[in-house]
């Protein structure tokens, strides 16, 4: 598999002029959805957080072309992800969260393609920040990203077919 690099890039930079209200769209989507994850913020900065957040998805999008650099980052990011009680089963409500904003903030944009290009990116970064977290294959990582909307769902029946994250890809395959 491999990512579509251009789409991910054009999709990015026409969210980039709201990112400080994408990213608090993001938090705000994933604690209605899944009020649980909530209390592993309780002593965080919010302000500050959607900061990180969007600075992690920059660095993402900026290195998409250069995955050799991107792999050791992630791996650290997600083994420090472990003190902060971010357990393998809370990525799937991350990552529908954060499709469904950018579903929001693409609005007509929100092309399938474009939704497949993010839902690849998201499956690649998690496997990336799971493996840094010692969660090797073949552990997966349950995600409702299909189920986040219906008018997605409507349009993309294929997508109710992917229940599970399988982390079964070598993390270098997916992001080369
Ligand atoms: C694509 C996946 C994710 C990305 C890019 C991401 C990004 C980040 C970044 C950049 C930080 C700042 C601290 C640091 O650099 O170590 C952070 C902190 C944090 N993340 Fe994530 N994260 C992701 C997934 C998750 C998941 C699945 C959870 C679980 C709910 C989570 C919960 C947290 C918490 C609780 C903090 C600490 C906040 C604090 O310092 O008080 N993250 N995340």
Known sequence: MSLNVELLEQ???????RANEFAASFYENLFK????????????????????????LVLVVEN???????????????????SYGAIPKYYGPVGEALLLTFEQYLAEDWTPEVKKAWLNAYKAIATLMLKG?????????????AANSKQQAATQPIEQKIEEIPQVEPAEQILT
């Open 11 to 17: 999709s990015f930079d026409k969210v980039k002029p």
């Open 33 to 56: 959805a899944h009020p649980e994850v909530k209390p592993l913020f309780a002593k965080t900065d919010m302000g500050n957080q959607e900061k990180k957040l969007l600075n992690s």
């Open 64 to 82: 998409l072309r250069n995955p050799e650099a991107l792999g050791p980052v992630l791996n650290a990011l997600g083994g420090r992800h472990v």
């Open 133 to 145: 977290a010692g969660v090797d294959a073949p552990t997966k990582v349950k995600s409702e990203i």
